[in-house]
């Protein structure tokens, strides 16, 4: 579905990605992992075309999508949801998603929209009662449901995840890592960049890790789940106690 082929991206004269290649197949879920700073929101920048590469290329369902507009590739079905969720605060919940389907409309009934609005309610059911509450308003988690529920309103064939359980509570992030499995059950491909290493291979089929703007790492999640580089980088301190000797 998506092949990114040695992509060169810069912010200046800053050499963000480097000679970066990696592939998703559809009804995949693909984590990317890494630490701050190592290129993954430029990755999803860039397939996304806010942030081009110079070089390289990005096939999207066998099209070239590296130097298009964002507007168009979203008509091709690449959706992202961004980090820090960028919601329009003063709208309500219902325009925030109604926005989310704004390319559909010219194209598609109205009955077909508010079918997928049924879909987004029935995976969040806050989102229902807090249909006309301005989107501002809401709590942290409850923004970020509305933010995956507006990718959802769009469509998306290939969703971009972009730390979807940054700052949220235990319990708001296993409810919205069930609803990225229930979108892979729906078909939807996903692109999931995560600092929650451990959650993002949980659900991950496959998974790519990101240093300084390079591929170091890739394979089958559950397999990176057992790797001693990823297990002492990303796993986290329960890791560290249980290796620590006696």
């Keep these: 579905m998506l092949v990114i082929d040695l992509i060169n991206t810069y912010y200046g004269q800053i050499h963000a990605l480097k000679d970066l290649s990696l592939h998703i197949e559809e009804e995949e879920i693909v984590a990317l992992i890494g630490p701050n700073g190592a290129g993954k929101s430029t990755l999803l920048n860039t ?51 109604e926005l989310g389907a704004f390319l559909r409309f010219s194209r598609e009934s109205r009955e077909d929209i508010e079918k997928d609005l049924r879909y987004v309610t029935e995976l969040f059911p806050i989102l229902r009662e807090r249909r006309d509450q301005k989107a501002g308003t809401l709590s ?34 296993m409810e919205i890592f069930d609803v990225i499995r229930k979108l892979q059950e729906d078909k939807t ?23 300084t703007g390079r591929i170091t790492l890739e394979g089958e999640a559950k397999v990176l789940m057992e790797n001693e580089e990823v297990k002492k980088a990303y796993l986290g301190k329960d890791y560290r106690e249980k290796r620590r000797p006696l």
């Excluded at 449901?145 to 700052?167: C, H, K, T, W, Y």
């Excluded at 491909?189 to 240093?211: G, H, K, M, P, S």
């Design 47 to 97: 397939i996304s075309g806010i942030t081009p590469s110079r070089t390289g290329s990005i096939r999207f369902n066998e099209i070239e999508i590296s130097q298009i507009p964002p507007e168009k590739i979203v008509s091709f079905g690449v959706v992202q949801v961004p980090e820090g969720r960028q919601l329009f605060s003063p709208l309500t919940v219902l325009e925030n998603l």
């Design 140 to 173: 942290g988690g409850e923004q970020q449901m509305l933010s995956i529920g507006r990718a959802i309103m769009g469509r998306p064939r290939l969703m971009l995840l972009d730390e979807p359980s940054l700052g949220l509570a235990p319990l708001i992030v």
């Design 189 to 211: 491909t996903i692109l999931l960049v995560e600092q929650n290493a451990r959650a993002a291979l949980r659900v991950a089929n496959r998974a790519y890790v990101i240093e």
